[in-house]
């Protein structure tokens, strides 16, 4: 099979489109074959050696595919051959074919396309695992969202929306402020403008956010600890400036607020049946309400290196997809 192939941690040009040999199928493993791949951040950062998970040379990259299944282990129960399924792993998914563990696949409904049953599984599945499980967001409450049009945040956005909450955007340009003006998200900040601080406070006619929800790091993490309110939640999940924020313990201790950490991978190994099940709710909840994940971009998997250079562009809105 040909598969986009890391043989040394580092720059992403190294990244070559080649042919490997097709992994075994063990008896609690299923294969399929590839029809999409989602392309996360992780991904990057994994190719670059900056995640802090550093896999085994050579590596196929990519968490997250999507396919057909082809063939099922001897002990493999709720999987079946020619079945549509969704796989998540730290590695893997660019490839013209996987195998992947059977607890790590999900059947994809027949009211959903491979592109989202992707996408979902690297936006709305951590958004949800950090805004219902982690913050516990109610109705009601201010919620800002931080690097708001890309894929996690933007399934944030919408999630926020759906359970009540009153939903502020922060984005980088003037452009993706128009974007999510487009979609509807009429409270939006530009923070490479304005004070990220001084804008949610006056937002919140100086109360502060109820729950931020921050993937940007560095000094937008810390303007956070100054802007959330009494009680309020600042959920940490990921640093896409590159730089990892500090925090004065004084801060939350004066707001009795709370900083937390939500991270997927980390949860999975915690509670995986949870992982599961928080799964299968979010695709109800995603065929009631139609919510969608926006796709950006499609590469050819051989494009992958310049694939990762839009991402890390910052000029996408939306998701980043893969095919063979």
Not at 130 to 159: F, K
């Amino acid at each position: 099979m040909n598969a986009l192939l890391c043989r040394g941690l580092g720059p992403i040009e190294n990244l070559a489109w080649v042919d490997v040999e097709s992994p075994p199928c063990g008896p609690r493993q299923v294969r399929f074959r590839t029809t999409v791949a989602t392309l996360g951040f992780m991904d990057v950062l994994m190719v670059r050696g900056l995640y802090q998970h550093k896999p085994s040379l050579p590596y196929i990259p990519g968490s997250v595919s999507a396919g057909v299944v082809t063939e099922v282990g001897a002990e493999v129960k709720a999987i079946r051959v020619g079945q549509r399924v969704s796989a998540s792993a730290m590695s893997g998914a660019f490839a013209e074919e996987r195998v992947a563990d059977e607890e790590v696949l999900l059947v994809t409904p027949d009211d959903m396309d491979d592109e989202q049953a992707t996408s979902l599984r690297l936006t709305f599945t951590p958004s949800y695992l950090a805004l219902v499980v982690r913050a516990r967001l109610q109705a009601a409450e201010t919620l800002v969202v931080t690097g708001a049009t890309g894929g996690i945040s933007y399934s944030a956005m919408q999630l926020g929306r759906h359970l009540g909450a009153r939903v502020i955007g922060a984005v980088g340009s003037d452009a993706k402020v128009a974007y999510l003006r487009q979609q509807g998200f009429a409270e939006a900040i530009n923070y490479s403008r304005e004070s990220f601080k001084d804008r949610v406070n006056a937002l919140t006619e100086g109360r502060g956010a109820d729950v931020i929800f921050e993937v940007i790091g560095g000094e937008i993490f810390e303007q956070s600890l100054r802007c959330i309110n009494a009680g309020g939640r600042v959920l940490v999940l990921g640093f896409a400036s590159g730089r990892i924020g500090q925090v004065p313990a004084n801060l939350p201790l004066l707001k009795n607020a709370a900083v937390m950490g939500s991270f997927l991978g980390g949860w999975k190994k915690h509670d995986p049946q949870g992982i599961a099940a928080m799964t299968r709710e979010i695709v109800r909840i995603l065929s009631e309400s139609g919510m969608r994940t926006p796709i950006a971009r499609t590469f050819k998997m051989a494009e992958g290196a310049q694939a990762m250079k839009a991402l890390l562009s910052r000029t996408v809105s939306g998701k980043i997809m893969l095919v063979p």
